[in-house]
């Protein structure tokens, strides 16, 4: 083993939980955006961070769940899928891990590289939208409910997209893939 792969072997050893390191980029980013983040002791109700924000008289607050996802890219990816996309997370998701939807509660996808970069982009979704997408999903395995939600940015126009099938196909459109570019740090969804 050589010395680099060691030294990041040891690095992602001390790292932490990614989880811990998604949650606390989603704090610095809502932080940045006027809202004070608390994190919950006890993940309840998918519930991560609390958000606080105070105008004039009246208080606003959100609830956040932070799905931190390591990003894919290049020979990561099956060479059909990086002929046009520059990047892929994915995540297995229950079917209706977002059924009950309560107005108050978002998603926060933060992606990371392999080698611990944070992408600039994050995806923040109701999770009502977020639903839908997961029952548009294909399967994660056969014969089972949960899904395979796969996240990718294309490489032509940098658009974010969710993908509709697991199996290989030529070109994006509306039969293999859903622009979900919108969700790109929109932090305006949150009120």
């Known amino acids: 083993m050589t010395k680099s ?7 992602k050893e001390r790292s932490g939980h990614l ?15 006027g ?26 607050y959100r609830e956040i769940q932070v799905k931190y996802r390591r ?14 996309f520059s990047i892929t997370a994915w995540f297995p998701a229950a079917k209706d891990a977002f059924a009950s939807h309560r107005s108050g509660l978002f998603v ?11 992408e600039q982009d994050v995806l923040i979704f109701r999770s009502r939208d977020l639903h839908k997408l997961i029952q548009a999903s294909p399967l994660h395995k056969k014969g089972g409910e949960d899904r395979a939600l796969f996240i990718s940015k294309s490489r032509s126009n940098s658009k974010w997209y969710v993908r509709l099938t ?9 039969t293999t893939c859903i622009d979900v570019t919108k969700y790109r740090n929109n932090y305006a969804i949150l009120g």
């Open 5 to 11: 792969v060691e030294k990041q072997k040891v690095l």
């Open 71 to 84: 990003l894919w890219e290049g020979k990561e990816q099956q060479r059909w899928e990086s002929d046009l």
């Open 35 to 60: 809202w004070n983040p608390y994190s919950r002791f006890l993940d309840v109700d998918k519930v991560d961070l609390i958000l606080r924000r105070s105008n004039g008289e009246r208080t606003e």
């Open 166 to 174: 697991r199996q290989k196909f030529t070109k994006i459109d509306a």
């Open 19 to 33: 989880e811990i390191i998604g949650e606390t980029q989603a704090k610095l980013l809502l932080f940045r955006q």
């Open 108 to 118: 926060m996808f933060i992606f990371g590289y392999s080698d611990r970069r944070i």
